[in-house]
Structure formats: C-alpha cells, structure tokens
C-alpha cells in the first residue's frame, strides 16, 4: 500500500513538473490530460477513484484515533495506561504515512487539475489577443484608405484597445496564479523529499521494534 502511495505521488509529482516548466513535456502532458477530460467515463472514473482515496483515508485517521485511544485507556496495555506498545507504535507510524502520502495524493491531483485549467485558459486568452490585434491593425490599415468611416473605426479601435487592457489584466491575474501553483507544487515536492526521509527512518525503527519483539519472546519461550 505504502509503495503504491508513493509510486502514485511521484508520478503526480511528475506531471505537476511537467505543467510547471515550459517544455515539449508541457504539451504532451496537456494534450493527455484534455483527452482524458474529454471521455464520458474519464470524469466518472477520476471521482470514484478519488472517492476510495478518501474513504481509505477515513479509514486510516479512524484507525489512528482508536490507536490513541487505547494509549489514552488506562484499562489497556496490561493496565499500566498512558503509553503505546511496540506494535501500536509501528502501526500508528504506518497509519501515519499512509495517511499523509493519501492526503499529499490528493491535494496533488488537485493542483494538477488547477494548473490544466490555468493552462487552458491562459491559452485561450492569448489566442483572443492574437484576433484582437489583428483585428486592430486591419482597422488602423482601412482608416488610412477610407476617410468617411475613420471616427466609427476609430470608436471600434477604441473598445478593441479597452478589450485588449482587460484581457491582459485577466492574463496577468491567471499567470500569478499559476505562479502560486508552482510555489505550492515546489513545496509539496520538498514534502514528498521529506517524506521519503522518513519512510526510510520508519523502516529502521520498525525493524528495531522488531527485533526487540523478537527479543521479547525469546525471554518469554525460555522463563
């Protein structure tokens, strides 16, 4: 499960690298993602997929609480109270993990999705610029030649200008969001890093634990 999460955050990871950096990558990644938008499945398949991610999720945190509850029970753990044992400490550190690669998973799939979008729309916005412009000179051009028209084209001149303004307000706001996309996307790959120095750390105290159970049942088998 563990190895699954992380295999999924790093692909996750992936794509959000490639929608931040302006490469052939960008390209083949946004046409694979509008391809996958476009099915009539595709939508239907993302949700229940995100559905169990959230469901298993629920489930972990749930598993966390009761595992904190029986620390917190002073009927439990021999009646001493107020502790975990070994194996409630690596099944908490597991639940842990768990829980915070599904929730990283999640806030990933999130910021892949905005960034598609902003993508799209920025893409939009450009191409409107490009036809206003055009539109703009091929105005300015037919002012010179026909003199009885030039204050109606020069009123059209005007609010294609105006149009123009707005729509580079519009590019500026959707380009500062996109910035605080990659700011959120390079944060959740220094996260994931750290992650990573843990699940290895994880690993080391499990087997620690272990070999002290282990220890623990070799004295019990020979009292």
């Known amino acids: 499960m563990i190895q699954l999460l992380f295999v999924v955050l790093v692909a996750e ?3 959000a690298a490639a929608l931040l950096f302006k490469t052939p990558l960008r390209k083949l990644t946004v046409l694979g993602l509008d391809r996958l938008k476009r099915g009539r499945r595709a939508p239907v398949a993302v949700k229940t997929v995100a559905g169990v991610v959230v469901a298993l999720l ?36 597991r639940h842990l993990l768990e829980a915070s690669l599904m929730g990283y998973s999640l806030f990933l799939a999130l910021v892949i999705d905005r960034l598609h979008q902003y993508i799209r729309e920025l893409r939009g916005f450009k191409k409107n610029l490009e036809a206003v412009s055009k539109h703009n000179k091929m105005l300015e051009e037919a002012r010179h030649g026909i003199s009885e028209e030039t204050k109606k084209y020069q009123k059209e001149i005007a609010a294609l200008n105006e149009e123009m303004k707005k729509l580079k307000l519009q590019v500026q706001e959707k380009t500062e969001e996109v910035h605080v996309a990659e700011d959120k996307a390079h ?35 020979s009292s």
């Open 58 to 93: 629920a489930s972990t945190l749930y598993s966390m609480a009761e595992i904190s509850g029986r620390a917190g029970d002073p009927d439990s753990s021999g009646g001493g109270g107020g502790g975990l044992t070994p194996t409630d400490q690596v099944l908490f550190s």
């Open 13 to 15: 990871a992936s794509v």
């Open 187 to 221: 944060a959740i790959q220094k996260q994931s890093e750290g992650l990573l120095l843990e699940y290895d750390r994880l690993l080391e105290d499990n087997q620690h634990l272990r070999e002290q159970l282990q220890s623990i049942d070799l004295r019990l088998s």
